[in-house]
Structures are given as structure tokens and as C-alpha cells.
């Protein structure tokens, strides 16, 4: 029973990928359901057509219907997508060339160097907001005179868009990479500190009261008692939020002087390459499932006594 909900597990795994991957494929692929445009491949007698030039479908065959009733040489073309809705093949295709085509001006990053720096900002951020976030979480979650004082305010925080701190953090901290790790910490401590504190408070109240009733201080029951308790859902719970921190990293590195993979994908699309910029999408994301994903398995590791979900 258990292989058998596993083997459907997979398949709905692959499913889930697969059938946007369908759509998009029939998007691309069949020129009936949405081919808005048309590619020149023989400008014809239109004064302003060039070959491999996109134009919408409904002014090609109007300038084809005038050129029919000058009795004049029509253009021939083919209908595709927009350029900035390229074919599977073609962002497949990308996701092997970009690491390996350099950049278009001399000075700037390759791709493989704008995700390290990328990757980077992540960790610099997130560490910090785990190494305050974490022991403040567990204090107000299990001491209740310091959730009284620390969480209104760090709750009325939280609804502030981390980018709106953007122009502060700069003028603080500079244009370079420590405004984008201040927005990184900004948008996931508020929400570490309320997401562990209440899991604090969920662990049951028994194992605290026994504690206290062998003599145990408030420290010793926060780190001996409610750390240990709640360790595996604080796993978890730090594992969410590190997405949250990749949702962040866009908006960051346009903060100051751009940089990371954001800068690389605003590049491609100012040059109208939108393979790579879909290639570099699909690469983020690749990345954060990738680790979301190994994490799991390490917390399986970890915390063999955890029932598997």
C-alpha cells in the first residue's frame, strides 16, 4: 500500500510539470490556437518588410490585400508567437548556451558568475535573519512577558513591503551588496520571528510545567525544553522561509547597482533574447526546489523519530 501511494506520488510529481510543459508546447507548436504574429520570409513588394522581421498578422495580410489589388508582389511569412514567447526547444537550447556564450560587453558577469552572486546575497541574508530570528521567535514563544513586549510591533512590520525599504537601506548601507542583504533581512525576520514563536507556543504546555516544576529557569527551559521539542517543525518552518528569501532576491538586486542573476535577466530582455530569460527563470527555480528538496531529505537524516508525510 505504502510503494503503491509512493508510485502515485511520482506520477502526480511528473504530472504537475508535465502538463504545463503540454500547454506550452501547444502554444508554441500549433499555429491555430495562438500564433498573433507573422515572421517575414520574403518581404514582397512592402516597403518597410525585412526578412525574419515580426509583424502582427492582421497588418501582414492587410499590406498583402493592398499589394493584391496593385497587382504587385505579395510578402510570404510564417505565423509565430511574439519574440518574448519563445519555444520550449529554444529555452532548452538556452539553458546550455547561456553558461557558455560570454556577455555582450566587456566587464560584465557570465551567467554562472551572476548566480554565485545571486546564491550569495540569499545566504548572507538569511543567516543573519536566522541568527536573530530564531532566538528571538523561541523567546517570545515561550515567554510570554517577551512576546507581549517584542511581536506588536514586529507584527505591525510585517505588512511593510520589504522594497520599500529600499531607498533607506541604500542611503544606510550603501549601493552595492548590503542594501540587497538588509531587503533579504527584512522580508523573512518579521515572519521568523511570528512563524516560531507560535510554534513555540504549540509545543504542549506539560513538558514546560514539569520543567519547571524539576526548578528550571526561564533560559534553561527555552533551550533544554522548547528548542528540542519544536526542532523538527522549526526545520520546516526555516525551510519555507528560505523560499520566501528567493521571492525577495529580484526586488533586492535591483536595489543599488544591479547585479546577480536579476541583472543578468533584465540584459537578455533588453536585447530581446527572451530564451535566456526564461532560461534563467527556469534556472531559479531549478535551484530552489533542488535545495528545498535535498533539505528534505536531510531533515529525514536528522530526525529519523519524524513520521514521513
Known amino acids: 500500500m505504502h510503494s503503491s501511494a509512493r508510485g502515485h506520488g511520482w506520477v502526480l510529481g ?38 525574419d522581421m ?17 497587382g504587385r508582389i505579395p510578402a510570404q511569412g510564417v505565423r509565430e508567437n511574439p519574440v518574448y514567447l519563445p519555444a520550449p526547444h529554444l529555452v532548452a537550447k538556452a539553458l546550455f548556451t547561456a553558461f ?4 555582450r560587453l566587456a566587464g560584465d558577469p557570465w551567467l554562472h558568475e551572476s548566480l554565485a552572486h545571486s546564491i550569495r546575497i540569499i545566504f548572507y541574508g538569511f543567516a543573519l535573519s536566522c541568527l536573530v530570528g530564531i532566538p528571538l521567535g523561541l523567546l517570545c514563544g515561550s515567554v510570554p512577558p517577551a512576546s507581549g513586549l517584542f511581536e506588536p510591533f514586529i507584527d505591525f512590520i510585517r505588512y511593510m513591503p520589504a522594497p520599500a525599504f529600499g531607498a533607506l537601506a541604500v542611503a544606510i548601507t550603501g549601493i552595492h551588496d548590503a542594501p540587497k542583504v538588509a531587503i533579504i533581512f527584512i522580508g523573512t ?13 504549540n509545543l504542549p504546555k506539560a513538558l514546560q510545567q514539569a520543567a519547571q516544576t524539576l526548578g528550571a529557569k526561564s533560559g534553561q527551559i527555552v533551550m533544554h525544553v522548547v528548542l528540542p521539542g519544536i526542532l523538527p517543525q522549526l526545520y520546516r518552518d526555516l525551510r519555507i522561509l528560505l523560499g520566501w528569501a528567493w521571492t525577495y532576491l529580484i526586488v533586492a538586486e535591483l536595489i543599488g547597482a544591479s547585479s546577480g542573476i536579476s541583472f543578468f535577466i533584465n540584459q537578455q530582455a533588453k536585447y530581446r533574447n527572451y530564451a535566456n530569460v526564461f532560461a534563467a527563470i527556469i534556472i531559479i ?11 528534505k531529505y536531510l531533515g529525514r537524516w536528522l530526525f529519523p523519530w519524524e513520521p514521513r508525510r
Open 189 to 201: 525576520f518579521f515572519q521568523m520571528v511570528l512563524v516560531i514563536s507560535n510554534t513555540a507556543r
Open 285 to 295: 527555480g531549478c535551484i530552489g526546489i533542488g535545495t528545498d528538496t535535498l533539505l
Open 100 to 103: 557558455r556564450t560570454p556577455p
Open 54 to 70: 515580426q509583424i502582427e498578422r492582421a497588418t501582414f495580410l492587410e499590406e498583402n490585400r493592398k499589394l493584391a489589388e496593385a
Open 14 to 51: 511528473i504530472a504537475s510539470f508535465a502538463l504545463p510543459l503540454l500547454v506550452w508546447s501547444a502554444i508554441s507548436y500549433l499555429p491555430f490556437l495562438w500564433h498573433p504574429m507573422v515572421r517575414i520570409t520574403d518581404p514582397g513588394q512592402v516597403d518597410y518588410f525585412v526578412k
